[in-house]
């Protein structure tokens, strides 16, 4: 669980508490990393998985592997797969020394749309935590997915008009908490599109919008977040539902304002638990 996600739960006079999280977690308390470093990393990731050969990543020798949020080993990942990238992109947070990168694979053999989160100690990368959706997952459609993706504006935000840490995880976390409670306000931009495992919610025009079809009792829990300013991105990776199916969901936000939202969600159960072809939007 990352720190923006703890000291929300932290009182007053608990220092210890928060002492033996930063333990449990030693990246945490390394000094911040370079963009570069970070960039660095995704690419050896790039290059590892189009080659289906993990060691072209710098990893740690007890680099831990996490996948569909269960431990797992290297030597089972999908690492050892070569995959036809045919886009990525990436979330740097040099703050918690953790990048995310979105993958797109839609070789007609076995397709896929990846999320991948590495966290970097001292230039290794010490954890990969792979996400992978395919057929059978929620919405997925990696043909879908790519014809969508790369065409949005992800791009650098001017340093005057960045929002800050505190505003993208605010933004974000209320976007998941609404799931729950449709009381909670949820700083919507427009206009604002949603891509869902391959279902994209507007029309290309300046009304689309992302606010319909919310539903409420929904949880998402055991969320981690990965934030990089400079692209007014954050990424939450959690639990959907009491099912427990791993979930992303990445934002674009500008001006503190929601205009962009991609979700990937694995259903290890069939339709992740939901009745019949429909749920709720997500």
């Keep these: 669980m990352k720190p923006e996600a703890v000291t929300r739960r932290i009182l007053p006079g608990s220092a210890a508490i928060l002492v033996a999280v930063l333990m449990a977690h030693p990246a945490q308390a ?26 072209a990543m710098k990893l740690a020798a007890a680099a831990r592997y996490i996948e569909n949020m269960q431990a797992s080993t290297l030597d089972k990942s999908i690492l050892h797969t070569p995959l036809k990238i045919d886009f990525h992109r990436s979330l740097l947070d040099t703050s918690a020394c953790e990048t995310f990168t979105e993958v797109i694979v839609t070789d007609k053999t076995h397709p896929y749309v990846l999320g991948v989160r590495q966290r970097v100690v001292l230039g290794q990368v010490s954890e990969v935590d792979a996400m992978i959706t395919d057929q059978g997952d929620w919405l997925f459609n990696a043909d879908n ?22 505003t993208l995880s605010a933004a974000a976390n209320a976007y998941e908490d609404a799931f729950l409670d449709n009381a909670v306000s949820v700083p919507w931009g427009m ?83 939901f009745p019949g072809r429909a749920a709720p939007a997500r």
């Design 145 to 166: 997915y790519l014809k969508y993706s790369p065409g949005e504006n992800w791009g650098v935000i001017p340093a005057a008009a960045r929002d800050t840490r505190d």
């Design 30 to 55: 390394q000094t911040a990393c370079t963009r570069a470093q970070l960039q660095t990393a995704v690419d050896n990731y790039i290059a590892a998985q189009g080659k289906g050969i993990p060691t």
């Design 191 to 273: 206009p604002c599109n949603r891509l869902e495992g391959g279902i994209r919610t507007g029309k290309g025009t300046p009304e689309d919008s992302c606010t319909g079809g919310l539903p409420s009792g929904m949880i998402f829990s055991s969320r981690r977040l990965i934030i990089d300013p400079e692209i007014g991105a954050a990424v939450i990776l959690s639990k959907f539902t009491t099912n427990d199916q791993p979930d992303s969901h990445l934002f674009r936000v500008e001006n503190g304002r929601i205009r962009l939202v991609h979700t990937l969600t694995v259903c290890t159960i069939p339709n992740c638990g």
